[in-house]
């Protein structure tokens, strides 16, 4: 993976943050970009990813970090979607 795909999945973590955007949609593309940068068969922001490339647990630490900004700001009914999501991915919070 080129830098310059590395500095576009970082971009696309920052565009889907909370505080650049109000569309809920954006915490569940985050969910699975988290998935996709922790190994799962999930694409970040529509991109498969390689199985190793530098700068992956980064992007997945800043990622994770949006989705918890996310989660207080999400609806009931995005809350249960958010939980089923987080499953099914077998998501776990990281230090």
Do not use: N, S
Not at 16 to 23: I, N, R
Not at 51 to 57: P, Q, Y
């Amino acid at each position: 993976m080129t830098q310059d795909t590395a500095a576009w999945l970082g971009e696309q973590i920052d565009a889907h943050d909370p505080d650049m955007t109000d569309d809920p949609e954006a915490a569940f593309r985050l969910a699975e970009a988290c998935a996709a940068f922790g190994g799962a068969t999930a694409q970040a922001f529509g991109m498969t990813l390689p199985e190793a490339f530098d700068g992956r647990d980064e992007l997945k630490q800043r990622a994770v970090a949006a989705l918890k900004r996310w989660l207080p700001r999400l609806d009931p009914e995005g809350r249960e979607r958010m939980k089923k999501l987080i499953g099914e991915y077998r998501l776990v919070a990281t230090q």
